[in-house]
């Protein structure tokens, strides 16, 4: 598959752009922000992006999807990522789409993805317990009771957590942290009993939340998968994540940089635009460099979900990594080259740094996956 | 599609029958390298019919048309040919700036009887060519060259001194920059100019480098007499006179892309994980024994991959006719790949603790990790140095003002 877009993906980027600069610019998570909304989104603009078929851009068309694959999803987290959108693409639309489409049973498939594909149902992956992302060492009890099994234990930062209506929980039927075997994934409804959530206001103005189990019953019916063998179908689906982050991060820090690049060409100092002090430009230029890196790591990671669902952990990892390093360094030097304005409330680059931070951390930080990766090649 | 894979298979019979074994063993240094050339000795029976063997099949230059020595094959063909040659391990049947430089330069602005000329001997490997452009006075700063050269009508004359002439001690000829118009301003009095090295006047002085070789020398024009033509419409002057800017820029776009995608790999096609994994050993749990090394390691491998994936786009891109900024393009590449290539051979030093100190000797071939890490060093000033590379991109892809 050559490193190029198709005519087709062209398009989808292309009315994606207009539709995010018209309908959801970073005014609008500004405002949701200044509003404390309760959702930490729109709905209305959820359901919009819906009818243009991207809520079921990876669910397949018996289920009401568009199945335009991971490519173009990522095309469309690119540009969301550009306009800082806030919605439930990524937790819903990549996340639980693949889940349950990867693995799902044919009763959930049938409920469910004609509703996510509509944009008429949230759901929330529960997978960290603790302030890093480890999901080997996931430890949340899931003990049988009667026919089914009691979930105990703490989920955090579940991206939409404060609204899904459905969620995705990894808790463990066997084993001990740190081993793959043991782990089974549920679907637990958002109203079960004994399960509480507190939403967590993240640094980025969008919504996550903590969840508490205190023996929230499940039945046979609600496993994702086989029980004990959720670990390879959690792993398909947070490479999606961290594709889709990538993807993502890489939109933001390209929409930062550009903003970067205006101001250099604008503003004055010692009688001359900023942007022609060499020190300025060499940065600017090594960061752009970067970013061209990024951009080929991300659109390989989204061919290779595509192409290679099974195999696609390295190059996820790959893109994951280095998008999150060079979005911050994006956003680090769009703050400094901006000087004090960059540090205002009242101007968008702050808005970016905090997201990219958000990104960098969610699904493994860059040494996770430096880590993965280096385990991966036998060192 | 089918048909790639008919080809592919064609090329692996062809190559399983053609390669030599001696010529499917890793590189390891510069002495292993094919350069051709009338004066070259070669390493063994099997480097020079191994050479000679692709030259016939136009191979040693698969994309150039099949009158010049190539074979006319598509890029997509040569690709097929690089992963057969690479999936038996074979070993680059030649490389030369004939074929890296002058060869593009020259498809692009020659005539089709300089083409004719000059192109098949690059290709089979009778001559060997190097590159006239640095001078004392003008490094970064080319366009302010002063080599002289009048026009006496049936001949050029030509006088001054060029330096940093990578191999000018061992090539045929040599392709010079030369100023041809003493008062047009400084882009636009320059000529693009093909000389015989064995012509009277010119001679050379080897420049000895950090490394311990002498690649580089001295290059010294006096009152070097050069034909107008080599033969009927065979021009000594490739593209305009005065306009030979345009084929140095050209070419050395060419250039660039070639030395930043070193940085792609290397000589030891070994990583430098698994050459710590076996050097330094691994803990119970599989990882490194050296925690903040592994982590150094890993975030020039995850670079490393990033910027091939990259170069495959560019390529793609271009096929697609997507590119067309290339040409500033290849300054990102060769900033980034030079300078992934700097910190990669830095880690490999790191890895090989003292033992890649040693400087003579069986045991580190002669120092062939501390000569290979040394000659790293002048990847990002070779072809135009890192800072000029990002005056390029700031200037032509980000259009930042001058200073
Ligand atoms: C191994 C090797 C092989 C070579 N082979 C050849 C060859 O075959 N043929 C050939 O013609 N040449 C060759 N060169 C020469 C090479 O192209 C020059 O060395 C290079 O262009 C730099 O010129 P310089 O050495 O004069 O450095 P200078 O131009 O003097 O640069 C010195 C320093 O100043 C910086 N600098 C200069 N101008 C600027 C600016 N505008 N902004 C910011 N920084 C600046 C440079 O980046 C560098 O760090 C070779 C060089 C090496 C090291």
């Not at chain 1, 995010?20 to 922000?33: D, F, G, I, M, T």
């Not at chain 1, 952990?313 to 990594?321: F, I, N, S």
């Not at chain 2, 700063?141 to 050269?149: Q, Y």
Request: aromatic share 8%; net charge negative.
């Amino acid at each position: 598959m050559p490193l190029v877009l198709t005519q087709e993906q062209e398009m989808l980027r292309s009315s994606a752009t207009g539709f995010l600069e018209e309908n959801a610019p970073v005014k609008a998570l500004r405002k949701l922000r200044d509003d404390k909304d309760e959702t930490g989104f729109s709905r209305a603009l959820w359901k919009e992006m819906a009818q243009m078929g991207w809520a079921g851009i990876v669910i397949g068309e018996d289920h009401g999807g568009v199945d335009f694959g991971f490519v173009g999803a990522g095309l469309l987290a690119e540009e969301m990522g550009r306009t800082l959108t806030a919605s439930p693409f990524l937790s819903t639309s990549l996340l639980a789409a693949t889940a349950l489409r990867k693995a799902g049973t044919r009763e959930s498939q049938d409920a469910l993805l004609p509703q996510i594909a509509a944009g008429d149902l949230v759901m929330a992956l529960a997978v960290d317990e603790g302030a890093k992302h480890q999901p080997l060492n996931t430890s949340m009890a899931a003990n049988k009771s009667g026919n089914g099994f009691k979930l105990s234990g703490e989920k955090q930062f579940v991206a939409d957590g404060g609204v899904a209506d459905k969620f995705i929980v990894a808790a463990r039927t066997a084993s001990v942290a740190g081993d793959r075997q043991g782990i089974t994934l549920f679907l637990v409804d958002g109203e079960a009993k004994n399960l509480t959530r507190e939403r967590t206001i993240m640094v980025d103005s969008r919504g996550a939340a903590r969840l508490k189990f205190d023996g929230v019953e499940v039945t046979g019916e609600d496993i994702i998968g086989e029980v004990d063998g959720g670990h390879d179908i959690l792993e398909g689906v947070l490479n999606v994540g961290r594709a889709g982050l990538a993807a993502e991060m890489s939109g933001a820090a390209q929409k930062t940089f550009e903003m970067t690049v205006d101001y250099l060409k604008e503003r004055q100092q010692f009688g001359k635009v900023i942007g022609s002090f060499q020190a300025l430009q060499h940065r600017a230029a090594h960061l752009y460099s970067e970013l061209e890196l990024v951009k080929s790591a991300v659109l390989k990671s989204s061919q290779e979900l595509d192409d290679n669902f099974g195999i696609a952990g390295p190059v996820c990892a790959l893109a994951k990594a280095k998008s999150g390093e060079v979005a911050k360094l994006a956003a680090l030097e769009a703050v400094q080259m901006h000087g004090g304005i960059g540090m205002t409330d009242e101007y968008d680059v702050g808005f970016y740094l905090k997201r990219i931070r958000v990104g960098q951390e969610m699904f493994g930080d860059f040494a996770y996956h430096a880590d993965q990766l280096a385990h991966m090649r036998g060192y | 599609m089918s048909d790639l894979k008919a080809f592919a298979a064609e090329v692996r019979e062809w190559l399983e029958a053609n390669c030599p074994e001696e010529m499917r063993t890793p590189i390891t240094g510069d002495k292993d390298i094919c350069w051709g050339g009338r004066d070259f000795t070669f390493q063994s029976e099997a480097q020079k019919v191994w050479m000679e063997r692709m030259a016939a099949k136009g191979w040693t230059v698969p994309t150039w048309p099949k009158q010049y020595g190539g074979a006319g094959l598509s890029r997509a063909e040569e690709m097929v040919i690089k992963k057969e040659m690479k999936r038996i391990g074979a070993r680059s049947p030649l490389d030369s700036f004939g074929i890296w430089m002058l060869g593009p330069a020259l498809l692009k602005f020659g005539t089709e009887e300089q083409k004719l000329e000059h192109l098949p001997p690059v290709a089979r490997g009778e001559i060997r060519w190097c590159q006239g452009y640095s001078e004392p006075g003008a490094g970064s700063d080319l366009a302010s060259l002063k080599a002289k050269c009048e026009d006496h009508a049936d001949h050029w004359l030509v006088n001054g001194q060029k330096v940093w002439t990578s191999y000018a001690d061992v090539a045929d000829w040599i392709f010079v920059l030369v100023r041809t118009d003493q008062n047009a301003s400084k882009h636009n009095g320059i000529s693009f100019i093909l000389v015989d090295m064995a012509s009277t006047g010119v001679s050379t002085k080897p420049i000895k480098l950090i490394s311990g070789n002498s690649p580089f020398c001295e290059t010294f024009f006096d009152d070097v007499k050069v034909p107008k033509d080599y033969g009927p419409d065979i021009s000594s002057v490739v593209g305009e006179v005065n306009r030979g800017w345009d084929v140095a820029k050209y070419l050395l776009t060419h250039e660039r892309e070639m030395i930043g995608a070193g940085g792609g790999g290397m000589l030891d096609s070994r990583g430098p994980g698994e050459i710590a994994a076996s050097a330094i050993g691994l803990g119970e749990d599989g990882r490194l024994d050296d925690p903040i090394l592994r982590g150094k390691i890993a975030q020039t491998e995850i670079d490393g991959w990033a910027f091939l994936l990259t170069m495959e786009r560019m390529k793609d891109e271009a096929k697609a006719g997507q590119n067309a900024g290339i040409g500033a393009k290849s300054s990102m590449l060769k900033y980034y790949g030079t300078e992934l290539n700097k910190r990669r051979y830095e880690v490999l030093m790191d890895v090989a603790g003292s033992d890649g100190l040693e400087w003579e000797g069986e045991r580190s071939r002669n120092g062939d990790l501390a000569k290979s890490w040394l000659r790293t060093k002048a990847n990002s000033i070779e072809g135009g140095t890192s800072e000029v590379q990002l005056n390029i991109i700031s200037k032509r892809i980000l259009e930042l003002p001058d200073a």
